[in-house]
Antibody, heavy 120, light 105 residues
């Protein structure tokens, strides 16, 4: 059964780099069938896509975040990683990793999410 | 840039039919996906590609998409259907609607 688990520091200071890991179990992230995405949700607000990576390592980003985002995979650990540089309070959110079948497809499986707070 | 719009809230009487809409220019030409989110939980896909239910989603939840509006229909609404509902499309980027809060009275 597919499971996704996000992990990483819950508190950052402004200007630091957010680094999160999504550990996938139940399926190989190298599978050509899947894409892996990151979505965030500020407290009390809606969902916002950050970016995705496919089996070949090709990445797709929200244009509003593209200059600050890196998404990568570690096939040896079956993990997907997110880095977001130069964070501000506006980056405070619950961060989810999720699986979709193609860039244009919906997210069939989600992790439970992890709250990241940016505060001085 | 493409935008999708949702009403902030929808209320429905217990046992009646709720309709949650997602508007966008010619959205009928796009695949629309729907998610339910309850407080403190991750989103759960309830409809994909306009009108397909993932395994485990009851038949009383359905979707349609035509013209400038996609609709999520919840028949025989239950208290357990309460939550926020988000539509999602792809238009050179992944786009989510702002979400609709469903209240079952």
């Amino acid at each position: 059964q597919l499971q996704l688990q996000e992990s990483g520091p819950g508190l950052l200071k402004p200007s630091e780099t957010l680094s999160l890991t999504c550990t996938v179990s139940g399926v190989s992230i190298s599978s050509t069938d899947y894409y892996w995405g990151w979505i965030r949700q500020p407290p009390g607000k809606g969902l916002s896509w950050i970016g995705s990576i496919d089996y070949s390592g090709s990445t797709y980003f929200n244009p509003s975040l593209k200059s600050r985002v890196t998404v990568s995979v570690d096939t040896s650990k079956n993990q997907v990683s997110l880095k977001l540089s130069s964070v501000t309070a506006a980056d405070t959110a619950v961060y989810y990793c999720a699986r979709h079948d193609e860039a244009a497809e919906g997210f069939h499986h989600w992790g439970q999410g992890t709250l990241v707070t940016v505060s001085s | 840039s493409y935008e999708v719009t949702q009403a902030l809230s929808v209320s429905v009487a217990l046992g009646q039919t709720a309709r949650i809409t997602c508007g966008g220019n010619n959205i009928g030409s796009k695949n629309v996906h729907w998610y339910q989110q309850k407080p403190g939980q991750a989103p759960l896909m309830v409809i994909y590609r306009d009108n397909n239910r993932p395994s485990g989603i009851p038949e009383r939840i359905s979707g349609s998409n035509s013209g400038n509006m996609a609709t999520l229909t919840i028949s025989r609404a239950q208290v357990g259907d309460q939550g926020d509902y988000y539509c999602q499309v792809w238009d050179t980027t992944v786009l989510f609607g702002g979400g609709t809060k469903l209240t079952v009275l």
